[in-house]
């Protein structure tokens, strides 16, 4: 059964970056021309190139090390900080044992003035950092951001990160995580009914993974709205770079050396969807859930995202695919930047369309 979109976004792309995101990134640029930051981009650019245990070791540790402290820098800003005294945090764990036996942890963001209603809207979320970086609890002033704008109940999924952990495994740790929230809906006060699951850049991948999974299983009925965004989709970075645009040009190698992180054995799983979900088959696109695609103008990843969304759109399973112009891949999480209120525009007006109705 196709799904009928609402129309609800059609922003007009500007073909270039927002003022503030530029002036932002040519001071940050500035930090790698020259002294220790240009060591580390050339270090990078090496262990990129390198394919070994050690080189793998050493390179998570450096994208760790960039990833981490800027998105702690940019959550304390105050226009977050603010929401974390309207939502009430309580956290969990789900039993599993597909990699082990392990418990991963979930923490349930509940807006105050949701504590005492019954059958509140969820979104389940998957935290970005590439699928090798950062963590759930450094995702939390955005999600309780969105938990009090958009009147939902937030469950915050700490998944496995590669290279410990190999795909599927990462993927499995959410889509576990979603069974047992839907399985458990009475107890944390949701309805089973009106569950989204949603993802930035290496958290879209897991929710895009857990898609797969969902549509292979024909259980895409757990869920009523998917929203992943600039996510990991495919093999295009293995693709020729004078194909490419600018931003994915100069993350190709990186790129690259992450999809070597995440696999078990890129070889054997090069047609795999739930490694790559931009592989997956028309018929299987087919039994996905209702999506909405989200997007920036200059992401690394818009050529692989264009192609799902347009595949998707084929399949009758794309509700919306928003680009939002002028932004890059995080800028839209800035509350300093234009793109940001842009953002979360799109994912409240998608929440009250798509999910609340």
Aim: some cysteine; overall charge negative.
């Amino acid at each position: 059964m196709r799904v009928k979109s609402k129309g609800l976004f059609n922003f007009p792309l500007q073909g270039s970056v927002d003022e503030d995101v530029a002036q932002f990134e040519s001071s940050l640029e500035k930090e790698f021309v020259t002294g220790v930051g240009k060591l580390m981009l050339h270090k990078m650019e090496e262990l990129s190139k390198t394919e070994s245990e050690a080189s793998d070791r050493e390179f998570t540790e450096m994208i760790r090390g960039m990833i981490d402290p800027f998105i702690t820098q940019v959550s304390a800003h105050p226009a977050l900080q603010e929401y974390s005294a309207q939502t009430t945090e309580t956290i969990f764990s789900v039993p599993t044992t597909h990699h082990s036996a392990y418990n991963v942890p979930v923490h349930v963001y509940t807006p105050k003035t949701l504590a005492l209603k019954t059958c509140n809207s969820a979104y389940i979320y998957a935290h970005g950092g590439g699928g090798v970086a950062s963590t759930a609890t450094l995702a939390k002033p955005w999600l309780d951001y969105i938990a009090v704008k958009c009147g939902v109940v937030v469950f915050n999924v700490d998944y496995r990160l590669a290279p410990e952990v190999k795909s599927p495994n990462n993927v499995l740790d959410f889509y576990e995580c979603l069974k047992y929230i839907h399985n458990n809906a009475s107890v944390f006060n949701i309805d089973s009914g009106k569950i989204a699951i949603a993802g930035e850049c290496g958290g879209g991948y897991i929710c895009l993974g857990t898609m797969v999974l969902l549509a292979q299983r024909n259980e895409a009925h757990l869920v009523k709205l998917a929203m992943p965004g600039m996510s990991l989709i495919d093999d295009y970075c293995f693709s020729p770079p004078q194909t490419m645009t600018r931003e994915e040009r100069r993350d190709v190698l990186s790129m690259r050396k992450i999809w070597r992180l995440r696999a078990a054995d890129l070889d054997s799983q090069w047609d795999d969807p739930v490694l790559f979900p931009g592989k997956t088959s028309d018929n299987l696109l087919e039994k996905f859930p209702p999506t909405i695609i989200n997007e920036v103008e200059f992401d690394m990843f818009i050529t692989e995202t264009t192609r799902l969304a347009n595949r998707l759109r084929r399949a009758g399973r794309l509700l919306e695919f928003v680009v939002i112009p002028g932004a890059k891949n995080g800028s839209n999480l800035n509350p300093d930047f234009k793109c940001f209120t842009a953002w979360q525009h799109t994912v409240k007006l998608s929440i009250e369309e798509y999910l609340h109705k």
